[in-house]
């Protein structure tokens, strides 16, 4: 088995190219939504002058129901993007492509979709914790952060 095990700046590199792809699809999928919302608002802000506060509030709901499901899509867009990217025959983002690096379980096999569903769920209880989830990639015997351990994952350079 494969035992060049990615290290921790090569992963950070990863995730920085990874975000990038993610915030120009996540862009992409949010700016319709804003277009919509943005026509709704412009017309009434013009009669904004004659709303009373209680009104004026009123269009917060929108706005704030708005910006939740964005977030909430954005967190789907997320997870399903590690799940499906490193359980393809590719066994990796495209940050980790771009890279040479792979997911692996921890045998050295490709993971299905279950197990990059858990990592990349996992991930989230990683950042969660101050990222120390991420930190401690860098000082294990196999450069596992909390999301691999938890999901029985390796990340390896090819």
């Not at 120390?132 to 952060?145: D, M």
């Amino acid at each position: 088995m494969n035992t060049n095990y990615a290290g921790f700046w090569l992963r950070f590199v990863a995730v920085l190219i990874d975000g990038l792809v993610l915030g120009v699809i996540q862009w992409i999928a949010v700016m319709p939504f804003l277009g919509l919302l943005g026509l709704g608002v412009a017309g009434d802000i013009q009669n904004l002058e004659n709303m009373d506060e209680t009104e004026a509030m009123g269009m917060m709901g929108p706005m704030m129901a708005m910006a939740g499901v964005a977030y909430i899509g954005f967190f789907i867009i997320q997870i399903l993007y590690y799940a499906l990217m490193e359980s393809s025959s590719k066994q990796a983002t495209l940050g980790k492509m771009a890279l040479g690096l792979k997911v692996t379980d921890v045998d050295g096999n490709k993971i299905d979709f279950t197990k990059g569903l858990v990592r990349s769920l996992c991930r989230v209880l990683s950042g969660m914790i101050m990222c120390i989830g991420y930190l401690i990639a860098a000082f294990t015997e196999k450069k596992q952060g909390l999301h691999d351990m938890i999901a029985s994952t390796l990340v390896l350079k090819k």
